[in-house]
């Protein structure tokens, strides 16, 4: 189960939008991702604009784009 947190940034204040956390992280099990470069230096340069590590900014970008597949995948059924 997913929950709406408000994450704070280094100044204290909120940070735009919420923070989906799972009840529990598995730390123990990583999955690998294979980036070019530029996708790399991408990444981290959005990490850094949200005050984010790479890993969560990850993390978020997955669950983005799994809602996104999702709502293709249900789009395309319905059009079958």
Request: aromatic share 6%; hydrophobic share 40%.
């Amino acid at each position: 189960m997913y929950t709406s947190l408000a994450t704070p940034t280094a100044s204290g204040q909120p940070s735009q939008g919420p923070a989906l956390a799972p009840d529990r992280l598995v730390h123990d099990k990583p999955i690998a991702l294979r980036m070019t470069q530029a996708e790399r230096d991408e990444a981290f340069q959005l990490a850094g604009e949200e005050s984010r590590s790479a890993s969560s900014f990850a993390l978020h970008a997955y669950r983005l784009g799994v809602a996104e597949h999702k709502r293709r995948r249900a789009a395309f059924a319905a059009n079958s």
